[in-house]
């Protein structure tokens, strides 16, 4: 059982950045991270994944050249850094393990296993 927790959203206006952060708690094992991002009245859609290592990252085209995501293994923590947001991000994102993967990284929802509750993020315009 891996438990994930977000923490980091709130209100920005448009152009503005803000760091998402998920800390991991369970078993260590080898599994990918990854970010989605559900809009109001949208389904989940994929933003950003990372290895195990963080060697291997893979980004939404909508996101790349503007956010980072990382991971810090000591800390158990993965980071999603959002820089020039759009009020089209807004919405719950969600962190998520996908304990199949491993090595590499997925931007499959049906993949991930285990979920964090979601932080919001509002970007005004």
């Known amino acids: 059982q891996v438990n994930l927790v977000e923490s980091g959203g709130g209100l920005v206006q448009d152009g503005g950045s803000l760091r998402l952060s998920c800390a991991a708690s369970g078993p260590t094992t080898n599994y990918a991270t990854a970010w989605f991002r559900q809009g109001p009245g949208k389904e989940r859609e994929f933003v950003a994944a990372?290895?195990?290592?963080?060697?291997?990252?893979n980004y939404a085209e909508s996101v790349k050249g503007r956010f980072t995501i990382s991971k810090d293994n000591a800390k158990n923590t993965v980071y999603l850094q959002m820089n020039r947001l759009k009020p089209e991000q807004t919405g719950v994102y969600y962190c998520a393990a996908a304990t199949a993967i491993i090595g590499g990284t997925t931007s499959n929802l049906d993949v991930c296993d285990y979920w964090g509750q979601g932080s919001q993020v509002t970007v005004g315009s």
């Open positions: 990372i290895s195990w290592s963080g060697r291997i990252t």
